[in-house]
């Protein structure tokens, strides 16, 4: 017979209630592992997150992080991390985003210039009146860009769009570009530089194959050979500048030596050696070194072009910047080398007047 208050072995009531309960483990029994998990759990429940602003910046991350303006690290508040206190992740190592730039065209109010159909322009206070085609005629142009509406035409007080060129050859390039009409010859020049200006390629090829454009080339390719021949035409120009101003004369003179070939014998002692091309040794050449006695040497070249053309080059080239020349020979150097050689190189008297 059982008596109140017990229970039977088999019975999991009366074991749990002989059993007596377990207290709960105290914070120092817990092993330390544990403890410390515990903590930090415990804290970050107690405090709120904090939040992290990140901030990217167009430069590269190169610089230290006490030049980084504050708020601009990336902050981690992980509580697993073991620690509690927040830390700087390193800076990062993919390219920083680039800037593109884009240049800003000056229009009016951010939008393209719209232009009517008939234009006044105002070309350097030359007034002229044409259509807009015309000035489109041709692409890849100056005129055509700039009335193209991406940029902004500035107006002078009466509206006309100005142009801050001169106009005494505009009406030249508006007839081209109406007709495909050609300045006459005595405005070629002027022209050519106007249509370079801006940069009007048909009508510059045409003025190009024109007289006298085109004896300019040819011209040119002569004095090509004559490397020198720029610093020497300045060298002519100082030099009797100098002497005008020293005596305080209208003109001055000069001795030009102008020799198209090396002639380092006299024809009349030795004729089989007077040719154009003479080949001799490098000893042989130095016993012929010499400089005339005379303030400008022009030569030798290889070319058909003889000596009076380069003389007709010099004066022209002169007269092209107001300088008025005149030449004349006056003999030959007749210099004594060695044995019966002798230097035979003409010589040129130049008067060049001041006014």
Not at 24 to 31: A, C, D, E, H
Not at 156 to 174: C, M, Q
């Amino acid at each position: 017979m059982q008596q109140n208050g017990s229970a039977s072995p088999g019975s999991s009531e009366g074991s749990d209630r002989e059993r007596p309960p377990q207290s709960p483990l105290s914070f120092s029994q817990l092993p330390s592992a544990t403890r410390v998990r515990r903590f930090i759990q415990e804290r970050h429940r107690a405090l709120p997150l904090p939040r992290v602003m990140v901030v990217f910046s167009a430069a590269g991350d190169s610089g230290s992080s006490s030049d980084r303006p504050p708020g601009s690290a990336m902050i981690s508040a992980d509580p697993l991390e073991g620690s509690a206190a927040p830390r700087k992740t390193p800076p990062s190592t993919a390219p920083a985003p680039s800037l593109s730039l884009t240049k800003s065209v000056p229009s009016v109010g951010g939008q393209e210039q719209e232009f009517p159909e008939i234009l006044s322009l105002n070309v350097g206070g030359t007034f002229f009146t044409t259509r807009l085609s015309t000035l489109r005629r041709h692409e890849d142009t100056m005129l055509a860009a700039m009335f193209s509406g991406r940029y902004h035409i500035p107006q002078d007080a009466d509206g006309r769009y100005f142009i801050d060129r001169d106009g005494l050859y505009f009406g030249d390039i508006l007839n081209f570009l109406r007709e495909g009409e050609l300045p006459p010859r005595e405005r070629i020049r002027a022209v050519h530089r106007e249509a370079q200006y801006y940069s009007l390629g048909p009508l510059l090829e045409q003025l190009e194959d024109t007289q006298p454009l085109t004896g300019e080339k040819v011209r040119q390719a002569f004095l090509d050979l004559l490397p020198y021949y720029r610093d020497n035409l300045e060298r002519i120009v100082e030099i009797a500048k100098l002497r005008a101003m020293q005596k305080k004369a209208r003109f001055a003179k000069l001795k030009i030596c102008v020799y198209k070939e090396e002639m380092p014998i006299t024809p009349y002692e030795r004729p089989l050696f007077n040719s154009l091309r003479f080949e001799r040794s490098d000893s042989e050449a130095k016993l012929f070194e010499h400089h005339c006695e005379v303030d400008v040497s022009f030569g030798p070249w290889e070319a058909v072009a003889d000596v009076y053309d380069l003389l007709h080059c010099i004066v022209s080239d002169l007269a092209e910047r107001g300088i008025s020349a005149e030449q004349q020979c006056i003999g030959v150097c007749d210099k004594h080398l060695i044995n019966h050689y002798y230097c035979k190189r003409p010589i040129y008297e130049f008067k060049i007047t001041w006014w």
